[in-house]
């Protein structure tokens, strides 16, 4: 069953069609990619996913409801989280500190005032942030100050505070961008691990066709705003088109 | 302590030693000496010292945690001044109601300005906050005159009906505000050889409250309340993709600050019974974003030293004349003293707004934490000179 539904969206930034006719289904409990070659639209899509922007025309349903016209932390309420291409975390806090925002806000994003309670003292979220950071394998680091850690950390913090909320969807926008190569390895098996244990749906755009043929069971490829074609990894290896899209005509 | 790790209970504990023994600590030169006039002990100061670390610590809690430079934070305390006025001229002298609808009064109006102004960050919620700011003050001065005494501000009458209390005393003077028979201005000397001691019931009054004022901040500070307004701080579109929807935490940290700007407005009305719009003009609202950045916004105690710098200054070296020069410099030969007294002039009496320029330039350059980090690196330099002191001895152990 289909957890996202991308319908006909289309997109224009005044003379340029970013995105035309582009349909999308993400099947519950894959590992869906979204590869193309620069400037396919990828991230402008992924943007209309999560409310940062509006398509002009179509419609994105997620699990049966559209989230067209809704704001970011609405979206998100819904039970999509998000990965930035840079890291979005925290910085001037702690690394403990910024697992315990996502564990404190749980999903709903309701306003919770607690202005006297001491933050350490609210047990289950403390160990919930806990749990995740052992999960994540940052125990040793809860004290640091988040900005200073290394990309890698960084990117796997981000990973944890968005798993923290317990999201059905997970979209992850280049993970390993910028990464050096021991960091990208951790991170694919990070991502591997999560598919494997946790009920979760994960859509990835990147670039890196090794991480791509290493995690995706789907693979949908897009070029000049709109898919070329979807299948299963090992048909798009072999596709034509798809090297057309990428090396040019000879190749 | 009180629910405090130690580390707060120490700074709470600090404070509670400086405001309690501040009529020691403020007044360490002898009557009657070369040096009393830098005596900072006597109670309009020491109150005003008080009040307007109130005034800080609240700002602090909006400007220091979300990073919302609020431009506008005099409009509270005038608010509060006057809705502490009203209360003294209907109701009665007691200063508990005056401070509960100033407090109540000023937090209704934040929550109106806030609502509005949050809706933009960065520079645009600063001259929103500006706006209105000066819009009260333009109002409190001129159209709404019956309410707020205009010009002259708003003054305590004898025949105000004070419901509660009288509206004259037995001698047909107008009361004065006191809390159940103490009156605020009532002090007592003591006297220890030269030195004299002023205890006054008005700064004790304000001290207690600024220290319970501290405690709350503490708390706030340490809470997960404190902690999503860091939150905000640092990445707000972190903060949206997590669900959650800043503007509430915002509003809501608008209004405690609002209403301690609003406290401390009720509690200057209640030292000194009357209010007037100045109180409410930019300048004042540009003073208390001194204070906190002097004192080191952010952190805990930093606004509370950054008012008493700031309040010391205005009150200790605008008294200097340059007849007080010329007795210090008089050692000099004339020419040279004449000379050394024209350098220092422009820094003193009316110039002490450019002591405290060259004072804030200073510490915004040097120590961008403020007085906080002053004090933060005197306290690691000492530390290390200690280590380097062991150091030696172990280091020289393996070479044998």
Not at chain 2, 164 to 176: E, F, H, K, Y
Not at chain 2, 210 to 218: D, G, K, Q, T, V
Not at chain 2, 281 to 289: L, M, N, Y
Not at chain 2, 351 to 380: D, N, S
């Amino acid at each position: 069953m289909a957890i996202l539904e991308v319908k006909d969206v289309g997109k224009r930034f005044g003379g340029l069609q970013a995105l035309s006719d582009v349909q999308l289904s993400v099947k519950e409990n894959s590992v869906h990619a979204i590869i193309g070659p620069n400037g396919a639209g990828k991230s402008t899509l992924l943007n209309c996913l999560v409310g940062k922007l509006i398509p002009d025309t179509g419609s994105v349903m997620f699990d049966g409801q559209s989230v067209l016209g809704r704001s970011p932390h609405e979206i998100n309420q819904m039970g999509i989280s998000r990965v930035f291409q840079t890291p979005e975390i925290f910085g001037d806090l702690s690394v403990m500190e910024n697992m315990m925002i996502p564990c404190f806000a749980r999903r709903d994003g309701a306003f919770r005032m607690h202005a006297i309670e001491d933050m350490m003292s609210e047990k289950d979220i403390v160990e919930k942030a806990e749990a995740m950071l052992e999960d994540m394998n940052m125990a040793d680091k809860r004290e640091m100050h988040a900005a200073s850690m290394s990309r890698g950390d960084k990117r796997r913090l981000e990973i944890g505070m968005c798993l923290a909320q317990e999201p059905r969807l997970l979209l992850l926008d280049e993970p390993t961008a910028g990464m050096a190569r021991a960091d990208t390895n951790n991170t694919i098996d990070l991502l591997k691990q999560i598919s494997d244990e946790r009920d979760i749906t994960i859509a990835i755009i990147e670039h890196d066709m090794h991480v791509v043929f290493s995690l995706a069971n789907r693979i949908t490829v897009l070029a000049q705003g709109t898919p070329l074609v979807e299948d299963n990894p090992e048909n798009i290896r072999g596709n034509p088109k798809v090297r057309e899209a990428y090396l040019g005509e000879a190749g | 302590m009180l629910g405090l790790k130690k580390k707060d209970a120490t700074l709470l504990l600090i404070v509670i030693g400086l405001t309690m023994f501040a009529p020691f600590i403020l007044n360490p030169f002898p009557d009657g000496s070369a040096m009393a006039q830098f005596n900072a002990g006597y109670p309009d100061l020491m109150q005003r010292f008080v009040i307007f670390g109130i005034f800080a610590i609240g700002f602090n809690i909006l400007f220091g945690l979300t990073g919302y430079l609020s431009f506008g934070h005099a409009a509270f305390l005038g608010i509060g001044s006057y809705s502490a006025v009203w209360m003294f001229k209907l109701l009665s002298m007691n200063v508990i109601p005056a401070i509960l609808l100033a407090m109540v009064m000023s937090g209704l109006f934040a929550l109106l300005i806030g609502f509005i102004s949050l809706r933009r960050s960065g520079i645009y919620f600063s001259i929103l906050t500006l706006a209105f700011a000066q819009m009260m003050f333009a109002l409190a001065y001129s159209v709404l005159t019956p309410i707020t005494g205009g010009e002259t501000g708003l003054q305590l009458a004898l025949d105000d009906p004070r419901v509660l209390g009288a509206s004259q005393t037995a001698g047909g003077n107008i009361p004065v505000p006191g809390l159940f028979g103490m009156e605020m201005r009532n002090s007592f000397d003591l006297a220890i050889s030269s030195w004299v001691f002023t205890f006054n019931v008005g700064y004790y009054f304000c001290a207690l409250i600024l220290i319970a004022a501290f405690y709350l901040a503490i708390r706030i500070f340490r809470s997960p309340f404190g902690m999503m307004l860091r939150a905000i701080k640092s990445n707000q579109t972190r903060l949206n993709y997590t669900g959650l929807n800043p503007r509430p935490y915002t509003l809501a940290a608008f209004v405690i600050s609002g209403m301690y700007a609003g406290l401390a407005g009720g509690l200057m009305a209640s030292m000194d019974p009357l209010a007037g719009a100045e109180r409410m003009f930019w300048t004042a609202s540009g003073e208390v974003v001194l204070m906190t950045i002097l004192g080191g916004a952010g952190t805990l105690i930093g606004p509370v030293l950054g008012a008493g710098m700031i309040k010391y200054m205005e009150n200790i070296i605008s008294k200097i004349n340059s007849d007080i020069l010329h007795s210090w410099f008089a050692f000099l030969p004339d020419g040279l003293e004449d000379f050394i007294v024209a350098i220092v002039y422009p820094f003193i009496g009316k110039g002490w707004h450019l002591t405290l320029g060259i004072i804030f330039m200073l510490v915004v350059i040097f120590l961008p934490g403020g007085l906080v980090e002053g004090g933060q690196r005197i306290a690691k330099w000492l530390k290390r000179g200690k280590t380097e002191d062991t150091k030696p001895g172990k280091s020289t152990e393996p070479a044998e």
